[in-house]
């Protein structure tokens, strides 16, 4: 994408009003300007925007409303708002918004339009770089998460696992990584979970594998769920369930989006991403309750429940990167319901066992605004994973715990990684929100890079 930034000596101020500074800021104005603003009934509310006109009809400077220092919540990306408001043209911050870094990439992500099967013009505005903001790793952040939309906006017709392993493929070249795919009889030799899954589907499941990095250097391994496309397979969905499930996908484009923050930030990793991508359809092979697979890590699991697809995908995965002893291995997956009835759609929950790592991901998702939640590993709960007739199910009976019972049944596939992290993430947003449209969201993966920025520098 090109650049959102571009600097400007005359470019038009946009000055950041709240209910309480209003007062002061419209006294300030030219006389014009006030009663101008005085006759639009302008209020300074969270989001009111009003262009001032200068004497000549041009545009002298915009007003946009935030919410008081005091408000019992505040959007920092609520800026994002404004590419969507503003006319053609290069505007500057010109007094300080809540966290100007922030108001910069939401102003970057307001731009976004997804315009593959219908025109939707991007916003032809320019923000001049607020001062301290390296707009550089602004760009890095925002093209990221753009990618991640793209790829989870794309309908399953032209996102199957092929596609999947192309656009994996296209950013691996871009980058100078190394890019494998099994497929075939070696996928259903070396990973039946993930054969298992994506069997019945005429495009053939596979599974994806980028290196990148000097072999020296700390290895950090990312997995993401890569069901293109979810109809629960022989426990269907219905018809309400089954509608956004091109979304499914949302952790491999996720993983995506932060091995390209890394690759382009150049951190000192050594990096691998792991994506098992499939497609869970319905046919006559298609894999069927109570039948039992036996992983790549050798543990037996029985199928209690065909539409609990990702975490067997990602089991074989986690058990190949498991294999390597990497010094920290993250999984991110749109897993479960429950996430989502517990937490909702913006707030991911996220498990580990590593307490320093728990708390730099607390810090840096709330750094970031990329909002996640610690849930735990409960492990009187592990107990629940039992089978009658294999090692472990991969749906417990009950309904109750449903992330908290997913985790547990993917760390039976962790053993020697020195860190893991594991998030259960939406990725969607279900309705527009500032800075973050209706459709295919990045989330986690701005608050993860920010970690791996602090230690990987």
Known sequence: MPSVFETSSTAIPITFVTKSSWDRVAEALPPAQRQFAAASAYAAKPGGYLALPAPDGAIAQVLFGLEDEGARSRDLFRPGALPGLLPPGTY??????????????????????????????????????????????????????????????????????????????????????????????????????????????????RLIDIGWGDPAHPKVTLVGKGVCFDTGGLDLKPSSGMLIMKKDMGGAANVLALARMVMDAKLKVRLRVLIPAVENAVAGNAFRPLDIFTSRKGITVEI?????????????????????????????????????????????????????????????????????????????????????????????????????????FLQRFVEQAGSWLHVDIYGWTPSAKPARPEGGECQAARAIYQVLSERYA
């Open 304 to 408: 209690g429940n065909t539409d609990a697809e990702g975490r067997l995908v990602l089991a074989d995965a986690l058990a190949l990167a498991d294999e390597e002893k990497p010094d920290l291995l993250i999984d991110l997956g749109t897993l479960t319901g429950a996430a989502r009835v517990a937490l909702g759609p913006d707030l991911p929950p996220f498990y580990t066992n590593d307490e320093t790592l728990a708390a730099d991901v607390a810090r840096c998702a709330v750094k970031e605004n990329d909002p996640l939640w610690r849930m735990p590993l409960w492990p009187p709960y592990d107990a629940w994973l039992d089978s009658k007739t294999a090692t472990i199910t991969n749906a417990p009976s009950g309904g109750f715990a449903g992330s908290i019972t997913c985790a547990l």
């Open 92 to 205: 500057r911050f010109a007094n300080a918004p809540h966290d100007a870094r922030l108001a910069a990439l939401a102003f970057a992500l307001g731009t976004y339009r997804f315009a593959r099967y219908r025109k939707a013009d991007r916003p032809e505005v320019r923000l001049v770089p607020p001062d301290g903001v390296d707009a550089a790793e602004i760009d890095r952040i925002a093209d990221a998460a753009m990618l991640a939309r793209d790829l989870i906006n794309t309908p399953s017709n032209d996102m199957g696992p092929e596609q999947l392993a192309a656009a994996a493929q296209t950013l691996a070249a871009e980058f100078g990584a190394s890019f494998a795919c099994t497929i075939g009889e070696e996928l259903e030799t070396h990973f039946p979970l993930i054969h298992a899954v994506g069997m019945a589907s005429s495009r053939a499941p």
